[in-house]
């Protein structure tokens, strides 16, 4: 009688690829995402799971549409090397957690002027409170969103702002902020009933630079509406843009996310809600990228559910 075939490898000590390439494969449904999320080309993931379907001697998944499923030859492999590739790729962080102890080591946040200032400081306060040992640095982003210092592995995670997220991240928003009109307490606009962007078109407006989202969405909108407007200062900074707002320079559309009760004294603020979008703030993470116990317990402090493993593989912008 002849022996059983036992499917070997023929690359044994490089047998961590093909399985990451086939968990990513199934988890994200498609060879194309697989391949972003490992930094690899498409084909070079492909050529992976062929491997395995040779050395297993089974298919390992089927198509349903756009999307590809695992068959139940590979439901099975999943399950199995699912929990060996995620603890291969945590033993860095797994292991300095042993040697330092849980609630030690350190986190880097990226995050724009404005998230820093307005949002992050209750929840930073929380976690130095319950989390006294952990190193907690917050870096600014140099782009608008902090994505080049994730994709850097400068970064554990972002919290910010995004409107376009890219297929190798994941954005979670979490809070909403509504668009406002801010003028001097004693301007026209404070008081005028109901308020539209014919009555906003003849006021000169203090707007962030161009580059940054909020002056691009006031264009948009503007141009959408068909109704002039003029910039008449591009200027850096909420703090910045409220302060000559009280000055009397000009007027501004800001999220109420910068806005305080100390600015209540000097300024007014409207909803502008009917033209523009809110902006949401949340999370943002590399797709497949291990999450240290320090992380987790920040992100639980934002939002308490986003630590389901899929939620990192299921895929925003600016400052301002």
Sequence with gaps: MTDPVTPRFPY?????????????????????????ALYVSQPAISLQLQ???RELGTPLFERSGRRLLPTREGEVLYELAQPLVEGLDALPVAFRD???????????????????????????????????????????????????????????????????????????????????LITPRDHPLAVKKKLTLQDISPHGLILPPRRQVTYRLVDLVFQQARVPYTVVLEVGGWEVIKQYVAMG???????????????QDKLAARSLAEYF????????????????????????????????????????????
């Design 51 to 53: 491997a395995l379907e």
């Design 249 to 263: 320079m000009g007027v501004s559309i800001v999220s109420s996310i910068c806005l305080t009760e100390a600015d």
């Design 12 to 36: 044994k000590s490089d047998r961590l690829k093909p399985l990451r390439a086939f968990c990513q494969t199934v988890r994200l449904g498609s060879v194309s995402r697989a391949a972003e």
């Design 98 to 180: 042993k040697v330092s102890g849980l609630d030690a080591g350190e986190l880097n946040i990226a995050a724009n002027s404005s998230t820093i200032l307005y949002l992050l400081p209750p929840i930073v306060d929380a976690f130095r409170r319950h989390h006294p040992d952990v190193r907690l640095t917050l870096h600014p982003a140099i782009s608008a969103d902090g994505t080049d210092l994730l994709r850097a592995d400068t970064v554990d995670l972002a919290v910010g702002s995004m409107l376009d997220v890219p297929g190798d991240l994941s954005y979670e928003p979490v809070y909403q902020f509504e668009p406002m």
């Design 277 to 320: 979008p809110s902006r949401s703030y949340g999370v943002v993470v590399r797709r497949g990228k291990f999450l240290s116990p320090q992380a987790r317990a920040f992100i639980g402090l934002i939002r308490p559910d986003l630590f389901h493993p899929r939620d990192h593989d299921e895929g925003g912008d600016s400052e301002r």
